[in-house]
């Protein structure tokens, strides 16, 4: 993907100076950072080869307004080339004024939902979750309840960039996805959430906490198959695709141990946990987890469970 950048940057007719590249869905590092220095190496490389000198990079690192950016901001690594600067804001809305950026990044972040369908939290609907917190082994109405909700995010993100990046910006974007052919509740994630639900589940039966309050708790986390995504970026019409790559871990492991696997996961789900449930039962919630792990080892193999990464560099129409 850095060659594609150094390829499609048309540094001609962007003829910018400063650049400025927004990340989406940062988090604290340092995966924001290894993404910026080969998206500023790749377009030095572009410049240099056409014997210019490199212009001044802008980086906007954006996430959540719960996400914590003095973290990020302390980690800055202290030879990076480029200036900084934090965007708090969901990135399903506008975060930069019209035609100002000229490429933007977003990675293993676009699989988060804005908002929980509100119909998984209605006892009267069909598609209501009881007993679940994801729509891992879920009924169809779930899935699709999930899945309409994340068709119409994913729209108003491309509609958001279309605005800020200018004639000819670049999309880079990391997608994780079910794998093609395969139904999103079967995917790594959902068999994981699945099982984590399955914790939350027993500590209410134990009295800990009531049913209801796992009810009213769904992950607004959806892993589309890989035909619903391209089906998107392709029916869009503000973007051209100039490059695609699917890539299927082959026999790699979700991570490289238990602990790694249940800290990942407490690190990303721990806010939403704590904000529903409060703080006192995570420790016990994910010592639960990671029990139910060392039961259920294929938790660990992504490849039997089916997900899959698209890469894609899309390209900003001209503006007509
Ligand atoms: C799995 S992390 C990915 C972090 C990093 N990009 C990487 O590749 O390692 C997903 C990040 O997306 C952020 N995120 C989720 N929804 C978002 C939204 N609507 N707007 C901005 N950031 C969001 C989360 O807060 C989280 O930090």
Redesign the pocket.
Known sequence: MQDAIARKFDYKTLSANPIRIA??????GP??FI?MQYITEAIELQYHSQGLRTPEFHVFF???V??DFNTLFRNLPCDRIYFVAGVP????GRLFPSKTLHFVH????L????RVPGEIEDSDSVAYNKGRIHYGNAPKEVVDAYATQYQK?MKAFLNARAQELVAHGLMML?IPVAADRIKDSDTAHSKMFELLGSCFMDMAKEGIFCEQKVDSFNL?IFHSTLKDVEEVLESNGDFSIKEKEIVYPQNLPIAPDVGMLVSHVRA?LE?LIEKHFGGGIVDELFQRFAQKVEEFPNIMNVQKLKMAVLFVLLKRMPYV
């Open positions: 990340d989406l869905g940062c988090s604290t995966n924001t993404a954006n996430d959540l719960s996400n804001g969901s990135f399903h977003s990675s293993s972040s699989n988060w939902i804005s995010d990391q607004p990303g806010g």
